[in-house]
Each structure stands twice: as C-alpha cells, then as structure tokens.
C-alpha cells in the first residue's frame, strides 16, 4: 500500500512535451494555469458567436424578403419559401462538416476556425445583396458548406480546458450558441429596411435602401472580419510530435525515461488520425447525437415557426408584430440566456448531469410550447409580458438539453476522434436542421390555409407537431437507447 502511494506521484510527473508541438505548449499551460480561464472562455464565445449569428438573423425579416421577391402567388405561401431559404444553410453544412473534421483532425483547429470566420464575412454580405431568391438561397448554401468550424470548436473546448472546467467550457459553446440563435434575429429585426424604420438617417435612394436587408448581415460581417484578425492569435491544441526533437522536460532516471517513452508513444498514436468507421461503432457517442438531431430539429423548426408566426397577420392566428418587436423579445431573451448558462448551469449540471437535464427540460419545454396558441388571443401588455417569459423559459430549456448532449458527445471519445466524432455530429444535425425551416416553414404556410378546421385548427396545428418531435427527443434521452 505504502509502495503504491510513492509510485503514484512519480507517475503523474512522467509528461513529455514536444519543443514544437502547439498541442503541448497548450497541455503545460492548462498543468501550470490555476483558476478560471476567462480568456479561453471569451476567446471561444467569440468565434462560436460569430458562426451563430448568421444562421437565424434573417428569419425577422425573410418574410418580407421573400414577399419583396415577388415569387410568392399568395401571401399564405411566403413561408413555403421562406422554408427553403432557411434550410439552405444546414443542408450546404450537412453535406461538409465530416470533411472538415477530418481536416481539423489532421491540420488543426485554428485553420478550419479561421476558414468559418472568413466564410461568415464574404458570404453573409453576398446574401444581403441578394435581389431574387435563387440568389439567397445560393449565397445561403455556400455559407453553411464553407463554414464548418462548430464541430473543430467543440473539440477544441474539449482540449484547452483543464477537466474541472470542460462542463463550463461546452456551456459556453451551447451558450455563445443560443445568444447566437436569439441574437441574430434581434439584430435582423432592428436593422432590416433601415430606409422604412430610420428615414432621418438612411434614405430610399441610398445603399441601404435599394438593398433593405443589407445592413444586419453587414453589420454581422463587420464582426466576423474582426473575429478573424483576432484568431491568428488563438492558440492551435492538436498534437504535431515531431520524434527527432527533445523533449522539454529533463529525464528523471531509467525508470522514468522508460515510462515517459512509453507515454510519448501513445501521444504519436494520439496524433494519427482515426476512421470514422470506429466511431459509427460508439454507441454512446452515436446514441447521444441521434438524440442531438432529434432536438436540433425541433429547435431549428421552432425558430423559423416562432419569427414567422409573430410577424405574420391575426387573421392567421399570428401576433401582427413588427421585426423590432420580434427583435426585442428575442433580444431579452438572449440577455436571461447568458445569465443562466454562465452561472446557474454548471451547478445544476454537476448536481443531477447532463442527461436528467436534458428530460426535465424536455418535459418543461413541451408544458411551455402548448401555451403558445394561447398566447396569440392576449393582447397589449399582457400579450408582451406573456410572450416574453414564455420565450425566455423555452430558449434556456433548449439550451440546457443541447449543452447536455454537448458534453456526453465529448466524454464518448478520445482527443485523436473529437475532430471527427463532432463533424459527423455536425452532419447528421445540419440534415436535420435543414429539415427543420422548410417542414417548419411548410408546415407554417399549410396551418394558415386551415385556420376554421375542427381538428387544431391553424397553429395549433403547428405548435401540437414541434410538441410531438420534443415528445420523441425525450423519450430517446432514455436507457436503453441513450448510453452513457
């Protein structure tokens, strides 16, 4: 026992680190570093930000957008449209994200970081200077193909975090994520068709003007260029073991050297990259992101229902609001978001786990969206404040199921697989979030037409079938399915 114990320290002690190895230089700043890790923190709720807040920024205003396109016959067809602008995005994303896991797995994070963020700045602009809807769904679609860095970011969560921190470094992400989602449209909301909204300062005749959805994805742009410049200097976290190079600590004795041979080994191994043969063979790791899919469906489909049933008239059973009326609930939103992600979820996820969060908040979720058909027949401040705390539940149970199955993807694989484990994760939920605004959006165009049926009538309809999707994603969160 006594000879156990002495071994035990002198174990630990046996790391070697590679003079011109990124991946080391980070595992000894994470051993010598005490305390929080706020620059880590921001530095990776910045870039998740940045490739979050363009996927639903133009759902306030592609209403408008599609109807400005003129291809819609009917008005009660704009969403039909508008739910194929929407899944353009994730379908590009679908078709790319395992390629670039395998490329971060094999060159690094920070390039595939670096692409997304540049992706963001070219592509989101083109999209605001969209003038037919082929355009918009193009510059969508090369968007979400070119910017395949969420999958990389979340492994390098998982690497540049000492363990006791890694719950909070994948909250973060899933945090910087829904702001991202909530955000975005607020900031589409407040800064689409600046000529109608802010006559004083932006003219008809002006840029602005002439191409009235430009400024939100400009503005988005500008951040992402900024986000850019600011990543060259983000440290890489993959391991590049050079063998002709010294290690940097000193040899101990036979023993050590021996072991820290032994421990060098295994990090080359780490290196190689892995098939993702393997990894479809993980049932944790598989069963956790048939769950992720589930629930990124449910919650695509529900942005897109939630932005065009406000905007869209009462005589459909919608809320007759403005895009900065939808910008403000989204916007207060995002705000309770951010506060109860950074303090109160690390604490409620190292008391019961990640798993019973994501079926309390499931079953929470259901209770809150059945409401909502409710919420359209209230009326002045008691319609505001209703809707308000009813978005504020719903967002904050959605995150805390995404931020759960975040971190089972994440502890189902070795550092050499997250890479790729997260690219086939982002695939598989980019097919289902491209299938979530154009059923959703459908789904939406075929609930107005039937708003006098005896059967949940309108949306209804719509909020008993995204109730129906949450009701299988809990479910699935169940042994023996979900294993962890």
Known sequence: MAEEQQREPLLKKKKVYYADCSGCRVEQQKESSRGLPIREFLSIWTVVLCTALPISSLFPFLYFMIRDFHIAKREEDIGYYAGYVGSAFM??????????????????????????????????????????????????????????????????????FREEHQALGLSTISTAWGIGLIIGPALGGFLAQPAVKYPNIFSEESLFGRFPYLLPCLFISIYAMIVTIAC????????THNENNKPTEDSYDALESATCGSNAKEKEQESEPTSSGSLIKNWP????????????????????????????????????????????VLAISGLSLLIFQLTLYPFVERFIGPVKICQIAGVLSIIVLASYPFIATLSGFTLSLVLNCASVIKIVLSVSIITGLFILQNRAVDQNQRGTANGISMTAMSLFK?????????????????????????????????????????????KPFLAH
Request: glycine share 10%.
């Open 91 to 160: 379908f590009g994303r679908a078709l790319t994200s395992v390629a670039w896991g395998v490329v971060a797995d094999r060159y690094g994070r920070k390039p595939v970081i670096m692409i997304g963020t540049i992706t963001v700045v070219i592509f989101n602009t083109l999209f605001g200077l969209s003038v037919n809807f082929w355009m918009a769904v193009s510059t969508r679609f090369l968007l979400g193909s070119l910017n395949g860095l969420l999958g990389p970011i979340k492994a390098y969560a998982a690497e540049i």
């Open 434 to 478: 491209a299938l979530g605004p154009a059923g959703g959006g459908t789904l939406f165009s075929w609930a107005q037409k039937r708003q006098d049926a005896a059967f949940f009538p309108g949306n209804q309809m719509v909020f008993l079938i995204l109730n129906v999707v949450e009701g299988i994603g809990v479910l699935m969160t169940f």
């Open 285 to 328: 790791l598989m069963s956790s992101i048939i769950v992720y899919c589930v629930f990124s469906l449910h919650d695509m489909a529900y942005t897109e229902i939630f932005s065009l049933w406000a905007v869209s008239p009462r005589i459909f059973g919608g809320l007759s609001y403005s895009t900065d009326d939808v910008g403000v």
């Open 232 to 239: 060259c200097w983000l440290p890489e976290s993959l391991h």
